[in-house]
Structure formats: structure tokens, C-alpha cells
């Protein structure tokens, strides 16, 4: 795995400082943003509310003075005490007392057939005249106050036929000598656009007047005035938001509206509020961008000053960083040396901070526990040469004691001998042996101790001398075998048990009688290749049980017959698909020899058990004896 | 979105139809000429190439994109081609169509067929040069709150009907579908709808319908009767001369219609073209000039106008019958005339 490249560590803190100062930075800009935001929309709506308020107060005091006069003279139709003459005194009156009146005009009911009469300021004179010809009673400004009986503020209209101005109307139902009638006061249009237009706010901010059917009275685009209503500039522009924006001002309610920019209109706010008199709506626009102007800028010199803080702390961070990078330099060095192996490196002046006392501290207790753990280690290694050394020599003693195959005898008339140890390590627990008893008595031996390594082998050891040592003169196996246990028992001290078959040949007779104390079974091959299997033990393993009873058993060899014993190395050798050899294979290699010979039927064994395993997974000693009795012979053992 | 891409789709390929029988029935106008004008020779021909034939067309409201045919037929010389020289001049509520008519002021204007018909009985006799309008474009409108859901909930409310021959479509179907209102005269204004004195109100879909909604009506707020939809789909405007004026001048008169509907065709295809030459004639003569509206009164317009199998300005027999049936029911007229007769341009059809 390729190693990281590391970083200094001025750049790591400086990358971590960066991360954490653009997240604080960004966090408060945009904190900064929502709640000054939001101070600053509060305060728009509250100046933009007063402007539109005492604009509408502007707009409405003619308007109202208008419906006064309205009353007035309604009252004094329904009265009808006035002559033609006070009543044109009492009209010109109105003219001076509201110089945005126009022009009164009073109309009947067409069934009394008598022609609406128009009262004019013309000249600073009032002139009264007859609208004949007119279709009147189906103008709005007569026909919705005369269908709803209520008074009317109309939108605005053109009159043709005496100012030739656009007009907005006051219309009221009147009785005149018992005659349904609609006085009507009019008003030029202008005088509302003029109060309007005058709003100038922020840089580009305006105002818009809207009727009640959103007909834009007064906008900053010409074109659209008295010609579009607010809801034919959404359609035209495809903006549904500003076409709810319109139903809510057309509705007579007050409130503070944002529309998203759209079509290359920027985004605005708009605070629109109602006329008291006729619900008209006067609405003032600000783009947003002006309205957020000092945000904009509060929010700039925020930034700037939290990057020059940031600028500041991170230079602060670099330069420490430098001198911590100096002040570490040979601390590192000598970390390095020590890491190398030059434990007695020694320290270098560490600067007078806690943290790096504390390192030095540490670090002299490291070389010094460190110095100690490579001298044991060096004491250790060389015992453990010494040991090593040792048990090489125990394995070259271990291997003279047991019989080497020179030198047998191979007359026909004797017995002939091969036996093969084949220790898993340097050295091992098995071992055979075969030697002569007397001129006629021929004495083998193969033992597998349980156990491996030193233990096994000095067992293995003691078995062998004491096998030599207490055998002569005995003729029956099973009494060597119990002095063997009793040996085993008193003086193994790690307890390792043999399992151990001892077979003693009189050679004149070719009786064998022999002793398995929990060995694999022994064979015996004749030169037809039958095969004879004795695989009862006469014991357990010896070294395990204090008062061991033994047993044996007795075989009559023929001239030729091989007997071949093992240890369990060779049945329990396993194949690298954890097979083991087993019996089976053992007998079907014995059944195959070519020969019977001692060294060949070995080898055999040996060659297949090889080819049969997995070296690398070869754990045990491996022992093969085999012993072809020849007939009545001498025997010369060397 | 699937049924608006198939209308503009149909719409495209009936504009095509429609262009391609134009030009077929042009062709057979002039077979038809042709052996009159061979026994007049070379003489008559130089005439005719030079002598142009003065026609004034009045519409019969206010100019709008209602009247965009004629305005780009004359725009695109369609008439002067045709030896034409037309005057569109100044309609309005002030300037009656019939009396127009009547007293020799306008030679040609555009009338609803059911005025046509009964103002030749009253009046001079009329010939019927083309149906404009193949659907009828009137509409009840008034708002839901007021109790209105169907067609019951109509009777004995106040209903604005437009004065004079203007309203007569509207008051033959509330005769005919018996439904007993309280009617009140009204000019054009759609306020009085929106200011409550009247439930409901006699509106065009192509004209005041989008006034009210341009006023802040939503569709969903209003209970609308269109009368199309209800087995009162009756024709609606065509244009109109004096039999006199025709049998004066048969060939300026099929050569005016032939014309006006290559306009038409023209403004259909290049609308925007069309609305900048109507908002300048609106212009022109002071009148608000409202491109969003005028673009509806188009769209709409042209859902009319291109909705007859035959091709465009076609009257058929049916619907010529059909209108005669209604106004025969409610003893509006008396005889009808033939329908040949009435609409001499159906043997060109054929």
C-alpha cells in the first residue's frame, strides 16, 4: 500500500484553519444577510408604507372634498327649493371651494324626457348646458350608481363631449321632484397621476395607481396607461405571480409583496395599499437590488474585513508554524538516528515547553527501555544458539543410536535388517533398533514418543539405552516393555508416553513372539506377497499407566517372510487435500513390492508416503523397519 | 400540452387546405370573367388595368384585430393587385353599419349574418359576400357566487344585453332555450359586471370575455355560457354589401372577398406582423392600443375563422338555413330569401 504523501504542518494547520475561517466567514455573511435582511425589509415596508399613506391622504382630501360637495348637492335637489339660477350660484360656488372639480352634471331619469344638464367652469365663468342626443342612462357613470342605487367612484373615461379630458367620476342617485336622477362630479384624472407620479424613492423606485378593474392609471411606461390593466402586463410578460400580485391589490387589501425577477424585469418589492374613497390601489415599486443597497454594501465590507482577519491568521499560523518547524528540525533528526538504531543518540536542547518536556521525557525513557530490551534480546538469542547447538549434537548422538544398515547380514541363512527414521525437525521422537539377544535370538524395536523436540528425543534416548540394556537375557517382550513403562513412569518427568512394539525372533526356530503397547499394527509379507496384518495391541502406550499389564503374541516365521513395522508418520502422512495415507495405501504398496527385500520394501514405502504428502505440511517423524527372516542361520551383526 | 401542440397542428395544416382552395377558387373566379372580358378585347383589359375600383369598407366596431384580414390585405396590396382601391374607414357604436349602408356612406362592412338577414327584410336588399365567422363567438358570463351554476340558475337574473342590433343574437337564445331574465340594455361596458349591478353580461370571447378576465376574474370564478356549446352554435359575422353595390360591381365584390380572405390567411400566418399593423391603425386613430389583447382577439379570431370544411368564408347552406330556421321561429323575419340569392358567391363555391 503506498504511503501518503504528508504534509507540513504549517499546511495542515493552515488548510484546517482555511476550512473552519470560510465556514465561520460564510456562515455569518449569510446569517448577516437573512437578519439585517430582514431589518432592513421591515424598515422598507414601514417608509414605504407612511409614503403611500400620506400619498393616498394627497390623492383622497379632493376626492373626499368631492363627495362632500356630492352630498351636498343632492341634498339640495331633494330639496328642491333652489331656482335655476341659485342653483348655478351654489355650483359655481363648488368650482372655487374644489378647484379639481370640473364639471356637475345632473341627469333624470329618461322617462321624464328632459336632457342631463352640464355645469362647466369655462372662462372663470359657470355656464350650464343641455346634453341632447346623448345616450346617457347607458353610461357607466349612470347606469351602475342607477342599477345599484349606490354610490359610484367610475373608472376612468374620455369625455367627448364637453372637456375632452379623461375623467373619473362621482356619481350618486338623486331625487329630483319626485324623479329618480344620478348626479354626477367629475374630476380630471390628472390630478390623481400627478400625486402618484411625484413618488420618487431609493434610485429608481415608483409608484403605481391601479383602478378597480387593475387598469394601470399611472406607471413609469407611458404605453401602458389607461390601455392596460396590471393583468395584461402579467399575461403579456407570463408571470402568474404577478397576476395573484394584482388580484391581491385589486382586492382593497395592504400588503408587502416580493416578484421574483422574470422576463428581464429585475425582482421587485411592492407595497400597495388601497384608496379609502373608490379602491383604487396605490402601489410603490422598488427593485430589489436598491431596496438591499446598504446590505450589499454591509455585506462587502464584512467580507472584506473577515478576509483580511483571515489573511492576518493565517500568516500568524505560518510564521509559528516556521518556528515550530525550526525548533523541531533536530528533535526529528534525532528521532530519525534513534528510529535507524543509534539508541544512544542523544537528545537535542528541547524548547521550554510542557509538551516537548514531556517528549523528552518520554523519549529518554524509550532509548533507555529500549537499550535493555535489545540486550536481552541479544542474551536470549545467544542461549538460544547455545540450545540450538545442543540439540544439533543430541541429533547427531540420536542418530548414531540407532542401527545403521552397513554392515547387516545378508546370508540367505540369517535375517536381513533395513530401517529408515526420518525426523520431522533437526530432531525427533521416533526410533527403531534391532540387535541380537544371543547367537539365536534377534531382538527389534519401533517406538513413536508422543511428543516432539528436545523431550521427545532425550525419551526416545532413555528408551533406546534402556531397550539395550535390560533386554539381554529376557526372552519375552512384554516383561522389557513393563520394565520400560516402569521407567518411563518414574523418571519422565513431562510425562510423554511410547507406543512401542518389540519383537523378539528365535532365529533357529523362526518363532517371533512379539508386544504392541498401542503401535500401528505389524505385518508380515511372504515372498508370494501375501500379506499378514496384526494390528491387536497387547497394551496401551507405555508411560502412561503405573501397573501396565502387557501382553504378546506369538508368530511362526517362514524362511522369506518380511516383517515390516512403522510409526504412525507414515499412515498418518497427509496429502495436500488432507487425505491421510492410511492402511489401505500402506498394504497396496506392500502387496505390489517387487522384492521383498528389506531395503527395497523401506524405500518402497518411503517413496510412495513422499509422493503421497504435502512436504510443506509433513509435521511427523517418519520410522520403517523391515526385517525378512532368511532361515536357520547365524547371524553376524556387527 | 399533447392537445395544444395537436390544435396548432390541425390549425397549420387547415391554413394550408384553406390557402390552397383560396388560390383554386381565384383561378375560377377569373375562368368565370374570362369570356366576358374576351369580347371586350384589348380596350377593355387596358381599362380594366388602369381604371380602379373604389371600395369603402367600414367595420362594423371600433378598429381591432377583429377587422386584421382586411387591414393586411390592404397592407400586402392583395387589393390594389385586384384593381382595388379600398378605404377601411372609422366604425364604432357612432357609425351604424346599416345606416352606413343605407344611406350610401360605405359600400362593404362586416355584419353579424343574423342582422344581414334581417336587415334586408327590413331595408335595402343585401347579398352576403363570405361567413367570416364559422362559430359562434357570444358568451353569458357572470360570476359563480352569485348562484350560478346552470343554465336555471339564469332565469330571473338581471343580464346585460348589448342595445340594438348588437344584442339580437343574445335575446333570440334566452327566447329560445325560454328563459325568462330580467334584461338590461347595456353599451359595451364590461363594469357593470365587475362592479355587481348585473349578474350576467353578453360578451365575445374574442373581446370583452378577456376584458373580464384582464380585469382579475379567474375562469374558474365565472359561470360561462358559451353558446356554441349548448346547440346554439349558429355562424356568426360576414361581409355584407347592398345588392345594388353587387350587381354594379359582381366582379369588385368577389375580388374584395377574395382578397380580404388572403388577408386574413396572411395575418394568420404571420400574426405578429398583423397586430403590429392593427396596433398602428389603432394608433393612427387614437385608440388604446392594447398589444396583449389584440394578440387574444387574433388567436381566437382565427379558432373562427378557420372552421369550415369548404375552405374560408364559406356560407354553407346549413347554417345559412339554421339561422332562418331560429329567426322564422321567433317571427324575427317573415320569408326568407333564397339562399343563392342571398349568398351569390355560392355558385363560385360550387
Not at chain 1, 520400560?484 to 508416553?497: D, G, K, M, R, Y
Not at chain 2, 394578440?295 to 332562418?324: Q, T
Amino acid at each position: 500500500m503506498p504511503r501518503k504523501k504528508s504534509r507540513s504542518l504549517a499546511s495542515q494547520l493552515i488548510i484546517v484553519t482555511f476550512a473552519v475561517l470560510v465556514f465561520v466567514f460564510a456562515a455569518s455573511l449569510l446569517i448577516t444577510r437573512y437578519f439585517v435582511g430582514q431589518v432592513m425589509l421591515e424598515h422598507a415596508q414601514n417608509d414605504l408604507g407612511f409614503l403611500a399613506h400620506n400619498k393616498i391622504h394627497q390623492i383622497e382630501i379632493d376626492m373626499r372634498k368631492l363627495e362632500i360637495q356630492g352630498k351636498m348637492l343632492k341634498e339640495l335637489l331633494a330639496l328642491g327649493t333652489l331656482d335655476e339660477r341659485e342653483l348655478l350660484s351654489f355650483i359655481d360656488n363648488q368650482f372655487i371651494e374644489n378647484n379639481q372639480l370640473r364639471s356637475v352634471c345632473i341627469a333624470q331619469d329618461p322617462v321624464v324626457g328632459k336632457p342631463p344638464v352640464l355645469y362647466q367652469l369655462l372662462a372663470g365663468k359657470t355656464i350650464s348646458k343641455r346634453m341632447d342626443g346623448t345616450d346617457y342612462q347607458f353610461m357607466d357613470w349612470y347606469q351602475i350608481p342607477d342599477l345599484t342605487n349606490w354610490e359610484y367612484w367610475s373608472e376612468p373615461w374620455y369625455d367627448t363631449y364637453a372637456t375632452g379630458r379623461i375623467l373619473v367620476s362621482y356619481s350618486l342617485p338623486i331625487q329630483m321632484a319626485g324623479n329618480r336622477g344620478i348626479l354626477r362630479l367629475d374630476m380630471p384624472l390628472e390630478s390623481f397621476q400627478t400625486v402618484a407620479q411625484q413618488v420618487k424613492i431609493y434610485k429608481t423606485g415608483y409608484a403605481i395607481l391601479l383602478t378597480n378593474n387593475g387598469t394601470i392609471v399611472t406607471h413609469p411606461a407611458d404605453s401602458l396607461l389607461m390601455n392596460y390593466t396590471f393583468f395584461d402586463l402579467a399575461e403579456e410578460l407570463g408571470d402568474p405571480t404577478l397576476r395573484d400580485l394584482g388580484r391581491k391589490m385589486c382586492s382593497g387589501r395592504t400588503g408587502f409583496l416580493q416578484i421574483p425577477e422574470q422576463n428581464k424585469h429585475p425582482s421587485s418589492w411592492y407595497y400597495y395599499m388601497p384608496l379609502q374613497t373608490n379602491q383604487w390601489t396605490l402601489a410603490i415599486v422598488v427593485p430589489e437590488k436598491e431596496l438591499l443597497a446598504d446590505l450589499k454594501k454591509l455585506l462587502w465590507m464584512l467580507f472584506f474585513s473577515e478576509l483580511g482577519a483571515f489573511t492576518v491568521i493565517c500568516g500568524g499560523i505560518y510564521v509559528s508554524s516556521l518556528r515550530l518547524n525550526h525548533t523541531l528540525k533536530p528533535i526529528v533528526e534525532s528521532f530519525t538516528r534513534i528510529g535507524s538504531g543509534d539508541f544512544q543518540t542523544p537528545l537535542p536542547e528541547l524548547p521550554h515547553i510542557r509538551e516537548a518536556e514531556i517528549l523528552g521525557e518520554a523519549v529518554t525513557a524509550m532509548q533507555n527501555a529500549l537499550q535493555k530490551y535489545v540486550e536481552n534480546i541479544r542474551l536470549v538469542t545467544d542461549e538460544k544458539n547455545k540450545i540450538l547447538n545442543e540439540v544439533i549434537f543430541a541429533s547427531a548422538i540420536q542418530r548414531n543410536l540407532i542401527p545403521k544398515n552397513t554392515g547387516q547380514p545378508l546370508s540367505p541363512d540369517h535375517i536381513s535388517s533395513f530401517g529408515i527414521l526420518e525426523p520431522a525437525g533437526e530432531i525427533g521422537g521416533d526410533l527403531y533398533d534391532y540387535f541380537l539377544l544371543d547367537q539365536d535370538t534377534y531382538c527389534f524395536a519401533i517406538a513413536d514418543v508422543a511428543g516432539k523436540g528436545i523431550v521427545a528425543a532425550m525419551t526416545m534416548t532413555m528408551v533406546t539405552t534402556l531397550l539395550r540394556s535390560i533386554a539381554p537375557g529376557q526372552n519375552q517382550p512384554e516383561l522389557i516393555l513393563k520394565k520400560v513403562n516402569t521407567f518411563l513412569i518414574e523418571n519422565n518427568l513431562e510425562s510423554n508416553f511410547v507406543t512401542i512394539i518389540l519383537g523378539i525372533i528365535d532365529l533357529t526356530t523362526g518363532r517371533m513372539t512379539f508386544a504392541n503397547a498401542g503401535h500401528v499394527p505389524l505385518y508380515i509379507v511372504n515372498p508370494a506377497r501375501k500379506l499378514r496384518k496384526y494390528s491387536k495391541t497387547h497394551s496401551t502406550a507405555l508411560g502412561f499407566l503405573k501397573n501396565l499389564k502387557i501382553g504378546s503374541e506369538k508368530v511362526s516365521l517362514e524362511p522369506g517372510d518380511t516383517i515390516v513395522v512403522l510409526t504412525d508418520g507414515v499412515t498418518e502422512a497427509m496429502s495436500s487435500d488432507e487425505d491421510f495415507f492410511g492402511y489401505e495405501r500402506l498394504e497396496a504398496v506392500l502387496n505390489s513390492l517387487p522384492q521383498t527385500h528389506p531395503e527395497i520394501t523401506a524405500n518402497a514405502i518411503l517413496t510412495e508416503v513422499h509422493a503421497f504428502s504435502n512436504q510443506a505440511t509433513h509435521k511427523d517423524d517418519i520410522s520403517i523397519l523391515a526385517i525378512e527372516y532368511l532361515g536357520n542361520g547365524r547371524l553376524s551383526i556387527p | 400540452m399533447f392537445l395544444a401542440c395537436s390544435a396548432n397542428s390541425l390549425r397549420r395544416v387547415l391554413l394550408f387546405i384553406y390557402s390552397a382552395l383560396l388560390l383554386l377558387f381565384l383561378t375560377a373566379c377569373r375562368d368565370h370573367d374570362a369570356p366576358a372580358k374576351s369580347e371586350t378585347k384589348s380596350d377593355a383589359m387596358i381599362q380594366e388595368d388602369t381604371t380602379t375600383v373604389k371600395i369603402r369598407f367600414l367595420p362594423k366596431w371600433l378598429h381591432q384585430a377583429q377587422f386584421a384580414g382586411v387591414y393586411m390585405a390592404n397592407a400586402k396590396g392583395y387589393y390594389r393587385d385586384r384593381g382595388l382601391s379600398v378605404e377601411i374607414q372609422y366604425g364604432g357604436p357612432d357609425h351604424s353599419a346599416t345606416t352606413s349602408l343605407r344611406d350610401g356612406f360605405t359600400d362593404i362592412t362586416c355584419l353579424s349574418i343574423f342582422h344581414a338577414i334581417r336587415y334586408n327584410e327590413q331595408e335595402k336588399p343585401l347579398v352576403y359576400l363570405a361567413q367570416l365567422f364559422q362559430k359562434n363567438p357570444n358568451m353569458l358570463i357572470g360570476r359563480k357566487r352569485t348562484g350560478l351554476s346552470s343554465l336555471e340558475d339564469i332565469k330571473g337574473k338581471k343580464i346585460g344585453i348589448w342595445g340594438g342590433e348588437y344584442g339580437e343574437h343574445v335575446t333570440l337564445f334566452l327566447k329560445d332555450m325560454d328563459l325568462e331574465t330580467e334584461s338590461v340594455r347595456v353599451n359595451w361596458s364590461v363594469n357593470l359586471l365587475l362592479s355587481n349591478a348585473i349578474d350576467l353580461s353578453n360578451v365575445m370571447t374574442y373581446n370583452e370575455y378577456h376584458r373580464v378576465l384582464m380585469a382579475g376574474l379567474d375562469p374558474d370564478e365565472l359561470f360561462i355560457v358559451p353558446f356554441r356549446d349548448i346547440g346554439y352554435d349558429m355562424v356568426d359575422d360576414g361581409l355584407v354589401t347592398t345588392k345594388e353595390f353587387y350587381e354594379n360591381n359582381p366582379q369588385a365584390c368577389l375580388d374584395f372577398t377574395a382578397a380580404t380572405m388572403q388577408g386574413w390567411l396572411y395575418a394568420f400566418e404571420h400574426p405578429e406582423e398583423a397586430l403590429d399593423e392593427t396596433l398602428r391603425i389603432m394608433r393612427q386613430y387614437h385608440l388604446p392600443a392594447n398589444r396583449n389583447h389584440q394578440a387574444w382577439m387574433l388567436e381566437v379570431i382565427k379558432d373562427l375563422v378557420l372552421d369550415h370544411p369548404e375552405g374560408i368564408g364559406v356560407l354553407s347552406r346549413n347554417d345559412y338555413d339554421k339561422v332562418c330556421d331560429l329567426m322564422e321561429k321567433h317571427k324575427v323575419i317573415r320569408n326568407r330569401i333564397d339562399y343563392e340569392r342571398f349568398y351569390p358567391f355560392a355558385k363560385e363555391k360550387k
